[in-house]
């Protein structure tokens, strides 16, 4: 329970983090205990869009990881934040991606915070 506490944390500060730097991601434009509880919960859509979906569009796609020898992992990263930024229009969260570039770069910032956050705080997984 506590690693899927960090985990969740980590993901949430990273995704703020990516909509402060990225134009095309936008998060709400309340006040700071709104955000930090949407940021939470889109961490939390996140977390379930990557734990349920992408290791089926790993799988399905893996002949396309040999032949890119990986790199199609950053389009499969952007699309699953794409989704998640789907998911909490459903749900309406105040959480929004435009466009494939800003996922593809949101997911790319995403991705390094939360590996250099989990160096940082000792993640055990």
């Known amino acids: 329970m506590k690693s899927f506490v960090i985990k ?39 977390g379930v869009v990557n734990f349920l979906i992408k290791p089926l569009v790993k799988l399905l ?30 749900l309406d969260l105040d959480f929004h991606v435009e466009g494939f570039w800003a ?3 949101g997911a790319l910032i995403i991705s390094l915070v939360s590996w250099g956050l989990s160096l940082a705080l000792g993640d055990d997984d």
């Open 8 to 46: 969740t944390l980590i993901n949430a500060v990273a995704i703020w983090i990516a909509a402060w730097i990225v134009d095309g991601i936008t998060l709400s434009d309340g006040s700071w205990g709104h955000q930090a509880l949407t940021v939470i919960a889109v961490a939390l859509v996140f």
């Open 61 to 90: 796609s893996l002949p396309l990881f040999v032949l890119t020898l990986g790199l199609i992992t950053f389009v499969v990263n952007a699309l699953m934040l794409w989704l998640t930024s789907w998911a909490s229009d459903v």
């Open 103 to 105: 996922a593809l770069l």
